[in-house]
């Protein structure tokens, strides 16, 4: 008989398979999300129904939250906040006291360098209206107005000691107005981890209810991208890069394991990829109903994202994941 491929050779034994194992997921990869309320009140937790697992945290009750995922592994975190007022103009977003400047002034306060704080950078949470941008009176989107909005509470996140900034809102020309307004005022080795490809994605559902920031009119296919274009991925990130980005997300992740392909083939910048709200749903519930192994999915399909060329990765399982110890 003529000798074959014996592919089993190299996965007869645990040991074997670590040392000709292709990809790693460490700890050090991934970026835990935290919902910031503005509030006075003290151990206030407003689970996320939708998220069983996350939920909408008083600073306080932040700092102890962050303050475990600290002390299991966790190196980054990204912050989203829910101010107490919203108004046509989002100015909750870029006040200098707001919510997600006192809550990133907090952390760099008790962590220092040993903590990275990324800020989202958007309009939708603090909006009355719930969109990314300004509104026209006839509802459209105004691109370019928005753009020193963005620029503002990117400058007071740099302000409050955020190590990277995170504009997300899908703006024409944002990543450019956000560079400018930061090394003009002296923040140019501040980084921009920019939403470039940013998908029109139902997978974003829960999230909706976790940031309290679904659009009161109409919907955001007009700025984030359609989930059926590809080419229009590599437009965007390489518009993003020549701006000024220093990193590039791409959101969500498991269902654009193609576009990270994409874009790590063809661009050299650092990429980040977010598993979205609606991933984590998804996984929670077949976990909860005994369909399949919680854990185990959580770590395949992070493991998917990696081997498909991120170099980190956004996903609400990081804390619970370093904290039971599941990545060594």
């Not at 909750?92 to 006291?97: K, Q, S, V």
């Not at 560079?179 to 470039?196: H, K, Q, T, W």
Request: glycine letters at 8%.
């Amino acid at each position: 008989m003529s000798e074959f491929f014996r592919g089993r050779r190299l996965r007869m034994t645990q040991r074997l398979r670590e040392l000709t194992r292709e990809t790693e997921l460490r700890p050090k990869d991934l970026i835990m999300p935290y919902f910031v309320l503005e509030t006075e009140e003290k151990d206030l937790v407003r689970p996320i129904s939708s998220m069983p697992g996350q939920a909408q945290l008083s600073p306080d009750m932040l700092e102890a939250a962050v303050e475990r995922a600290v002390r299991a592994g966790l190196g980054a975190v990204i912050l989203f906040g829910l101010p107490v007022k919203k108004d046509a103009v989002g100015s909750g977003a870029y006040a200098e006291d707001g919510i997600i400047q006192r809550a990133t002034r907090r952390l760099k306060e008790r962590y220092g360098q040993d903590l990275l704080v990324i800020t989202d950078i958007c309009l939708c949470e603090y909006t009355a209206h719930g969109h990314c941008g300004l509104l026209s009176q006839e509802g459209e989107v105004l691109n370019d107005p928005t753009l020193e909005l963005l620029a503002q509470t990117a400058l007071s996140h740099a302000r409050a000691g955020a190590d990277v900034v995170a504009p997300s809102d899908m703006m024409d020309g944002r990543t450019a107005a956000i560079r400018e307004a930061l090394d003009d005022s002296g923040f140019v080795n501040l980084p921009i981890m920019s939403y470039a490809v940013k998908y029109a994605s139902a997978f974003y559902g829960p999230f909706r209810e976790a940031a309290a920031s679904a659009p009161k009119c109409g919907d955001r296919k007009s700025y984030q991208m359609d989930s059926a274009n590809r080419l229009e991925a590599r437009r965007e990130a390489e518009a993003d890069a020549l701006e000024g980005a220093d990193i590039l997300i791409i959101k969500p992740a498991g269902p654009y394991l193609d576009i990270i392909r994409d874009l790590r083939e063809r661009l050299d910048l650092p990429l980040a990829a977010y598993q979205v709200s609606g991933e984590y749903a998804l996984i929670k519930a077949a976990g909860a109903n005994g369909w399949v192994d919680e854990s185990a999915v959580t770590l395949e399909s992070l493991l998917g994202i990696k081997r498909a060329g991120a170099d980190m990765i956004i996903s609400y399982f990081s804390a619970d994941l370093l904290q039971k110890g599941l990545l060594g």
